[in-house]
């Protein structure tokens, strides 16, 4: 590949993922080590000594200049003209979860969601995720982060976030709730039915 761009050669072997803007423009292509966990089981593995020394495996490469804190992964609006879209977030309200592989399970099952692109929500995310809830005429958000530590830290921050903005904010899911039967789990590997009774349907 030649010329200035070496965004293809940097993503060689890489997940990939658009991130949209709101009028459906590219705003950066997102790539995900797809041998991320393996790595990562391996520096866990590691002496405190062999740990400092190295350098803990990336999950994720984002461009440079992408400010990801701004943008939400679904916030695309065109999503709004697939079928029960609209009916579905009028029913339930906006879902909110972390990552890109969240969003395209629960899109597969024809549940419309939205992804932080991390653990932690931003303030900025957080007021688009409002100013959307306005537009669309809804008050309600269902937060459905990541069933395990770092998820439960980054949704009680986003609850508070939003019900101290007077917004009808609803944890979908926790380590304990449910009789713990979803504890480790991510939205990714939900099924229809598993949806269906985590939002009351």
Not at 87 to 100: N, R, Y
Not at 136 to 158: P, Q, S, W, Y
Request: charged residues 25%; glycine residues 10%; contains cysteine.
């Amino acid at each position: 590949m030649d010329g200035g761009d070496k965004r293809g050669i940097s993503l060689r072997g890489q997940i990939i993922y658009p991130v949209l803007s709101e009028d459906g423009k590219v705003l950066a292509w997102v790539g995900r080590d797809p041998n991320y966990e393996q790595k990562d089981c391996d520096f866990v593995r590691l002496s405190p000594a062999e740990r400092t020394a190295g350098s803990a495996p990336m999950k994720y490469r984002f461009p440079k200049g992408f400010h990801r804190g701004q943008e939400l992964f679904g916030q695309h609006s065109s999503r709004l003209k697939e079928p029960n879209y609209r009916e579905f977030i009028q029913q339930h309200g906006l879902i909110l979860v972390e990552g890109f592989n969240d969003v395209i399970n629960l899109d597969s099952l024809g549940i419309p969601a939205l992804a932080i692109m991390s653990s932690r929500m931003t303030d900025e995310q957080g007021e688009k995720v409002i100013r959307f809830t306005k537009q669309l005429g809804i008050n309600r958000v269902n937060l459905m982060f990541d069933c395990e530590d770092t998820g439960t830290e980054g949704a009680k921050d986003a609850l508070w976030f939003f019900a101290e903005r007077q917004l009808d904010v609803r944890l979908v899911w926790s380590q304990a709730m449910h009789n713990g039967e979803h504890c480790g789990k991510q939205p990714e590997s939900l099924s229809r039915i598993d949806c269906e009774a985590l939002l009351g349907s």
